[in-house]
């Protein structure tokens, strides 16, 4: 069974800093693209970066550009979401999420991503 552990979360202050991490059981991370997704109270889930299965390729929604960053590293079987200058519009419960099979980030991976593996979430909170 496909697992993914969430942890990193937690408050900060606006402008602060968090590193999200996604740990992967019972199976071999690097096969997949992974994603960071995040959910609000009362607002649709947003997707927030995807990272190929080798780490070579990266995409961010715009409202994270230059704030975030996600990297990966498989030898571990991480997968991590380093987020920079938080605002409070960054508050939400964070996701990590496998495709159900290897496929690259992009639209494929949206479309496929909820029959996928997902953690249980990380919750960030950006007040002062």
């Known amino acids: 069974q496909l697992q993914l552990v969430e942890s990193g979360g937690g408050l900060v202050q606006p402008g602060g800093s968090l590193r999200l991490s996604c740990a992967a059981s019972?199976?071999?991370?690097?096969?997949?693209?992974i994603g960071w997704f995040r959910q609000a109270p009362g607002k649709e889930r947003e997707g927030v970066s995807c990272i190929s299965s080798s780490g070579g390729t990266t995409n961010y929604a715009d409202s994270v550009k230059g704030r975030f960053t996600i990297s990966r590293d498989n030898a571990k079987n991480t997968v991590y979401l380093q987020m920079n200058s938080l605002k409070p519009e960054d508050t939400a419960v964070y996701y990590c999420?496998?495709?159900?099979?290897?496929?690259?980030?992009?639209?494929?991976?949206?479309?496929?991503?909820?029959?996928?593996?997902w953690g249980q979430g990380t919750q960030v909170t950006v007040s002062s």
């Open positions: 999420a496998a495709p159900p099979f290897n496929i690259g980030c992009g639209l494929g991976f949206v479309r496929h991503i909820d029959l996928g593996s």
């Open positions: 019972g199976f071999t991370l690097d096969y997949y693209a």
